[in-house]
């Protein structure tokens, strides 16, 4: 019977409950990094051995790095991960009332099943950044004595119209707006009444009560004002903790597990390991469910750049080559997660080549689409290095692809990495309702990934 490490579920679970955001995500891993002793790279004009750096990128992408005791143009020893989950991101303008009701405009963000958000308890995550440069952190729907917000849906006995529609047709993006005050009718009524015997005659009744509400609500306890979402950037995400699945306690019912599983443990298993000859780093990226598009994300120079700083520090001379040949000659596990294995939806899936809850670590030669379109399709001479590292200590792997062949598939960030020249292989987590508001793993799985990667950054 495999050992489940409680305290790294435990402090598993703590992560996700306080990063539900990209930012928040930094913030956690930042502080757990200098708690074990690593610094901020403008700290370092040079770097040696048994340094430890952390680099950022607007606070929504972060590398990590041990440096080695080898040449940093034989390359490094990689675990790429992605901290941004499907989700909901509040508009510029998104304020609205309407009859009595006021709601905040959303635009859906990465692939969901948009009717799984209906109804649903939601908070509100992220920053406003103020126009003098003052930033306000916002979180609201967590805490026991917070308000929550949702959305709404038409109820059963008025819906034979939308039942006729297809499950991707029956709310539209644009109705997936949030519920954030109502001011009452008898509230306005009772405010026109007051108006009409104080008013002068020339006086027009005040509109858009419900929303004037919510701004002076926003203004007093938020400290921001309604022209302030202009440059805000608002997720709105399930509200509530991550918790234990089933009665015998062997799974984990959390938001964003895709990709937060891989990500906590590939920095648990950098924060639990000391770099030998090969410098090792831990790559938390942004913008992954959306293409990896963006400044923070895996198809801009984000990661070149990021080790050209290890390299400028770490070489008297700086040179363009060495930089080419450190990424060429990496080793990288692009820690994604899989599709697990549902019973109830068999037909789905290729079962002799699909991943099974509490199967141990999932390694996928290649995601992409169909005709592997997407894929960087890992040699098969890494392949057998990274599962030999494996079973020297007896971790549990799972060879696996994403669904039936033409049933669609999935992309990570493995083919940004690859397009360096350096061996990449997708290794993770498998997850049950896979970019659902609530995602299941297993404990098992959370455990042997932490023990598959720690194992990884000592290959040669």
């Known amino acids: 019977m495999i050992t489940i490490n409680k305290t790294l579920i435990s402090d598993y679970k703590k992560f996700l409950d306080n990063g539900k955001t990209e930012r928040e995500c930094v913030t956690q891993i930042v502080s757990i990094a200098e708690a074990n002793g690593y610094k901020n790279i403008d700290k370092y004009k040079t770097l040696k051995k048994g340094d430890k750096v952390y680099i950022t990128k607007m606070g929504k992408a972060v590398a990590l790095f041990q440096i080695g005791s080898g040449k940093i143009e034989d390359g490094l020893n990689i675990l790429g991960a992605h901290i941004d989950s499907p989700r909901l991101d509040v508009k510029q303008k998104p304020l609205y009332e309407k009859d009595t009701i006021t709601y905040l405009n959303t635009h859906y963000y990465g692939g969901i099943k948009k009717y799984q958000w209906l109804t649903i308890p939601l908070a509100i995550h992220g920053v406003v950044v103020k126009k003098d440069g003052t930033t306000v952190n916002i979180s609201i729907g967590e805490k026991e004595t917070d308000p929550v917000f949702c959305i709404t849906d038409i109820l059963p006995h008025l819906a034979q119209e939308q039942y006729k529609k297809s499950a991707a047709e029956f709310i539209p993006g644009e109705d997936l707006d949030l519920v954030v005050g109502n001011y009452g009718r008898s509230n306005i009524q009772f405010d026109m009444k007051e108006k009409k015997e104080t008013a002068k005659a020339s006086d027009k009744p005040k509109k858009e009560l419900s929303k004037s509400q919510i701004v002076e609500l926003l203004k007093k306890t938020c400290n921001f004002t309604e022209k302030d979402f202009e440059s805000a950037e608002l997720e709105i995400v399930p509200a509530g903790h991550a918790r234990d699945n089933g009665l015998d306690r062997s799974m984990i019912l959390a938001y964003g597990q895709d990709d937060r599983s891989c990500a906590y443990t590939s920095f648990a298993a950098l924060m639990d390991t000391t770099a030998k000859e090969r410098t090792t780093c831990c790559l938390c990226v942004d913008k992954e469910e959306i293409g990896s598009a963006g400044a923070t994300g895996m198809a801009s120079n984000?990661?070149?750049?990021?080790?050209?700083?290890?390299?400028?520090?770490?070489?008297?001379?700086?040179s363009e080559l060495t930089l080419r040949r450190c990424l060429a000659n990496s080793n990288?596990?692009?820690?994604?997660?899989?599709?697990?294995?549902?019973?109830?939806?068999?037909?789905?899936?290729?079962?002799?080549?699909?991943?099974?809850?509490?199967?141990?670590?999932?390694?996928?030669?290649?995601?992409?689409?169909?005709?592997?379109?997407g894929a960087s399709d890992a040699n098969p001479e890494f392949i057998a290095k990274v599962c030999s590292a494996l079973e020297k200590k007896n971790i549990i792997y799972q060879m696996a692809e994403l669904?039936?062949?033409?049933?669609?598939?999935?992309?990570?960030?493995?083919?940004?990495?690859?397009?360096y020249g350096m061996n990449v292989l997708d290794a993770g987590v498998a997850v049950l309702s896979m970019h659902a508001p609530w995602e299941l793993t297993s404990k098992v799985d959370i455990c042997q990934a932490y023990e598959a990667y720690k194992a990884f950054l000592t290959i040669k």
Request: avoid cysteine; charged fraction near 20%; glycine fraction near 14%.
């Open 302 to 318: 984000l990661f070149e750049n990021m080790v050209a700083e290890i390299v400028s520090r770490t070489e008297k001379n700086y």
């Open 332 to 373: 990288m596990l692009s820690s994604d997660v899989n599709a697990a294995f549902d019973p109830l939806h068999p037909g789905l899936y290729d079962r002799d080549n699909s991943s099974w809850l509490g199967g141990g670590i999932v390694l996928q030669k290649y995601t992409g689409a169909r005709g592997k379109s």
């Open 403 to 419: 669904g039936k062949v033409d049933q669609g598939g999935g992309g990570t960030i493995a083919h940004y990495a690859a397009r």
